[in-house]
């Protein structure tokens, strides 16, 4: 107990600490951002954020990892809280919770090792995309003044300019506070923060969300949540894998899956909006020091504190500044390796993640992205894994006997190629089908033989085959052979 | 009963010796070295490198929280430098410490001896070096909780549950032992523990208490005439004897009125329950424990 306590906690207080307080300044902004992408008041995110950093420093399975109301989950929410308000909201991220909570039960963390490499690129691009997309009603159309462009761009210039400088104070907060004052000093006619809503002005309390405990309820929120869930455990999961890359140690999936749910339960009850682990926040974190489950409490706290004594001051700040913060995060997030390695990459790999980012920009929603993108990796492998086929035929002196030999694997996409591999037209007597090299995977394989050894018949030849039961061992359902601990032995040996 | 001794002695396998930068080294060297000539069996030295404890260096620390074009593989390889400068260090430290092992143990009368190092957390690299291993000596203190008194070393407990080899944990100054005392609680495993000790050439030849805790001797008498059975067909000279009072203060007064320099005891309990609470008492039994003692599972 006092030893996990120090291994968790307390090995790395000074960086924690100091970590936890960049991280909670980086914050605030976010949260702001997301709260008006989702298209509620900016404290619904702020309390979210507060309570989801705090529960899952505790119950999170990733120690160092920062979790809070992120971009993802915002624009799950969109025409949630659009065409049914905030407490549907609030009911859905109850919800979410409890589903992210069964996943963990069930284990499905594990179930990650479906979606490629290619797929977590494909989403972490499409995630900036959307953050910076979301960032142009503030600097396109009707808020497209000269004013508005130019206190973006002093923003970014000071962002990426000051560390040049000095690398002691977040130079994100320098952005904010010195646009603010210079904003309020000028009187410049900039829309704030507090144009968008309400801020928080208490500490949060519990409540229960006002909605009807019906059936119809759970239809209108039901599909949300599962969506949510999902979003929030595929950005978690990926996040875990970078921050585990980053700091060489190794985390607990499923523990996650639950400390998600945890969160999204505490933030539903306390007025906030559904979220997950952020992968800026979490690198922002790393690369500040911070490493132990200590940071992502103080980034929680400090970050409560600071909005509830200086709301009246989060309030002034322009929405320029916080557009200038959110791009940083959208240049952050986005994996500019991998458009160089879309020359080196194979072709399918970078099929499936532009495949990933287009249907994401497309449809707002990063569930169907990954869906699309782990169906396509599927289908890929199925495809090149269907390659490995080969049909081998000798004919004997007398020219009535022909004995084909099969190599490799046969099953749904290669059925076509294994039956090419025939010459019906020829006469013979007899026709020997060796299999004994050869892997069926499924059904479809095996009726594709059976087409084959009824058309030589037809032609009055007599059919042998050789080797099928070593063929058709691959078909584990039927002999579940995956219960045996020698199955692969038995796979492979032949 | 076949099986548990197979998984507990390991007749083929070596003397693992656990050093580090500890003042208990020394004594370990010097334990391993005469438990492996005893038993004829080969020798290890291994030395376990910890994971960085995580937190970046001082000076490398970097609060802009900003991120910018490619900031995780950026990230990814600035840390990746600053580990792989910390763990050369790390390793070219226990290569040191292990030559200087070496040195001390001199080598002309053993088997054979290797030196190896592990990453990674001394427990771990213990429970993956098992299989091969006999028997594992390690200091009663770690490097880090060296001189805290009365304070155990932080991995020993978790040690002691994770392996199932015996594990002579040393004090701080070796000496060949003249007496050796069996702690006896007339349990089953106290039972098996007489006869590994029994057929094991490690102690044979060296006086033996077998001694038994508890107010009412006649509790232990048959399990003690048993035990003395036992070692004196292996050709141990046994004396039983029991003692009133708790484990942890009767057995070192015991030890010290009789020149006893090393106290064998199980660590017994099967159900976790069970090795919950009895855990606990066989640690604060190496606590109180002035000699060096082995335990065996």
């Known amino acids: 107990m006092l030893r996990a306590l120090r291994q968790e906690w307390l090995f790395n207080v000074r960086g ?81 919770g409890v589903l992210q909570m069964i996943a963990g039960a069930f284990r499905l963390g594990s179930l990650m090792r479906f979606v490629s490499r290619s797929v977590v690129t494909g989403f972490v691009n499409a995630l900036a995309i959307l953050i910076f997309l979301a960032q142009m009603p503030e600097i396109t159309g009707a808020n497209a003044r000269p004013i508005v462009l130019a206190t973006v761009i ?48 208490s500490l949060p309390i519990f409540l229960w969300p006002d909605v009807p405990l019906t059936l119809e309820t759970l239809q209108i929120i039901f599909p949300y949540a599962l969506t949510l869930a999902v979003v929030g455990l595929l950005e978690s999961m990926m996040t875990e894998t970078i921050i585990d890359d980053l700091t060489d140690t190794s985390s607990d999936r499923n523990r996650e899956c639950v400390g998600q749910g945890v969160a999204n339960v505490g933030a539903g009850l306390v007025g906030g909006m559904a979220g997950c682990a952020m992968i800026g926040q979490s690198v922002i974190n790393v690369k500040s020091g911070g490493r132990g489950r200590l940071s992502s409490l103080a980034a929680g706290v400090v970050l409560l504190v600071m909005v509830v004594f200086l709301g009246d001051w989060v309030a002034q700040i322009p929405m320029p500044a916080l557009v200038a913060v959110m791009i940083m995060v959208a240049i952050g997030t986005f994996s500019w390796e991998s458009l160089g390695a879309l020359r080196t990459n194979p072709k399918s790999a970078s099929v499936v993640m532009i ?53 490799g694997q046969v099953f749904f996409t290669s059925t076509e190629a294994f039956l090419d591999g025939f010459d019906f037209g020829e006469a013979l007597d007899r026709v020997t089908i060796d299999l004994t090299h050869a892997h069926f995977w499924d059904i479809t394989a095996v009726s594709s033989l059976d087409k084959a050894v009824i058309k030589f018949r037809r032609d009055g030849a007599q059919v042998d085959l050789v080797g099928l039961n070593e063929a058709s061992a691959t078909m584990v359902d039927r002999f579940a052979v995956h219960d045996k601990p020698d199955a692969v032995d038995q796979l492979m040996a032949h | 009963m076949n099986d548990l001794t197979h998984s507990t002695l390991n007749p083929g396998g070596k003397v693992l010796a656990c050093i580090d930068e500890s003042r208990y080294a020394a004594s370990v060297c010097d334990y391993a070295k005469w438990s492996a000539v005893r038993m004829d069996a080969p020798l290890s030295l291994l030395h376990v490198i910890p994971n960085p404890p995580g937190g970046t260096v001082e000076s490398e620390q970097n609060l802009s929280g900003t991120i910018g074009f490619g900031a995780r593989n950026r990230l990814l390889e600035e840390l990746a430098t600053v580990d792989a400068q910390r763990s050369r260090l790390a390793v070219e430290a226990g290569r040191h410490l292990l030559a200087a ?40 203190r770690g490097a880090d909780t060296e001189g805290e008194h009365g304070h155990l070393g932080g991995h020993l407990e978790q040690i002691i549950r994770a392996l199932h080899r015996p594990i002579l944990i040393a004090q701080q100054s070796f000496a060949p032992p003249r007496r050796f005392l069996f702690a006896h609680d007339g349990s089953e495993t106290a039972r098996r523990g007489v006869g590994m000790v029994a057929q094991s050439p490690l102690l044979r030849g060296i006086p033996c208490h077998v001694v038994s805790v508890g107010s009412d001797p006649k509790r232990f008498a048959s399990a003690q005439d048993e035990a003395r059975d036992i070692f004196e067909a292996a050709g141990f000279d046994v004396t039983t004897a029991t003692v009133p009072g ?28 069970h090795r919950f609470f009895l855990g606990s008492t066989t640690a604060a039994m190496i606590r109180s424990c002035r000699v060096s003692l082995m335990v065996i599972r």
Not at chain 1, 27 to 38: H, Y
């Open chain 1, 154 to 201: 002093v923003g970014l210039a000071i962002i990426y300019g000051l560390p040049y400088v000095t690398r002691t104070i977040p130079s994100p907060l320098i952005c904010i506070v010195l646009l603010t004052g210079v904003s309020i000093a000028l009187g410049l006619n900039l829309r704030t923060v507090g144009d968008m809503g309400e801020l928080p002005d």
């Open chain 2, 246 to 273: 708790e484990p942890q203060t009767a057995l070192p007064a015991y030890e010290a009125e009789h020149g006893i320099d090393l106290l064998i005891m199980g660590a017994y309990g099967d159900s976790r329950v």
């Open chain 2, 101 to 140: 092992a070496l040195e001390r143990l001199g080598g002309e009368d053993l088997p054979s001896v290797e030196t190896r190092q592990r990453h990674g957390e001394l427990v771990d690299a213990l429970a993956a070096l098992e299989d091969e291993t006999r028997m594992f000596v390690v200091g009663k």
């Open chain 1, 16 to 96: 924690d600490v100091l970590a936890g307080l960049v991280v909670a300044l980086a914050l605030i902004p976010e949260a702001i951002a997301f709260s008006v992408i989702a298209g509620v008041d900016p404290k619904v995110g702020l309390y979210a954020s507060f309570a989801i950093a705090v529960i899952t420093a505790f119950a999170g399975g990733r120690p160092g990892m920062i979790s809070a109301a992120t971009g993802a989950m915002a624009l799950v929410m969109v025409s949630l809280v659009r065409d049914h308000g905030l407490e549907y909201l609030l009911a859905a991220t109850l919800l979410t």
């Open chain 1, 355 to 407: 495949a990933t980012v287009v249907v994401v920009v497309v449809t707002h929603n990063l569930a169907q992205g990954v869906l699309v993108g782990v169906l396509l990796s599927a289908l890929f492998f199925a495809r090149r894994v269907g390659q490995f086929l080969r049909v081998q035929s000798t004919l004997s002196e007398d020219g009535l006997h022909r004995t084909y030999e099969v190599y």
